[in-house]
């Protein structure tokens, strides 16, 4: 795409993230967000659901619990993807007593 001077949008770094997640490319996936940011574009509600998910697929649910913090004071509210994301989370763990931390976010 750049060879071709057409420059990517959050759209493309989303798929790019999500696609190095789903290949445990985790390297390049801080790689693609310090890129984006360097493009001035800021990584949005996907982006931060679509590590919130990778994190959660992998187990690492208190990194995801991180990334949803952030999120928030950044001033990105979480969506019903990114909360349902943490709430199969929490289920699939045996951590169902947590899902009461969704409701403290809300």
Known sequence: MVDNNISPNIFVYNILIDAHFKEGMIFEVLDTVNTMRKQGIEPD???YSILVDAYCKKGMISKAED???SMKKLGIEPDVVTYNILANA????????K????????
């Not at 929490?90 to 007593?97: A, D, L």
């Not at 899902?99 to 809300?106: N, V």
């Open 99 to 106: 899902l009461k931390i969704l409701r403290e976010w809300f």
């Open 45 to 47: 509600v996907v982006t």
């Open 67 to 69: 990334i949803v913090d």
């Open 90 to 97: 929490y289920c699939n763990e045996g951590m169902v007593p």
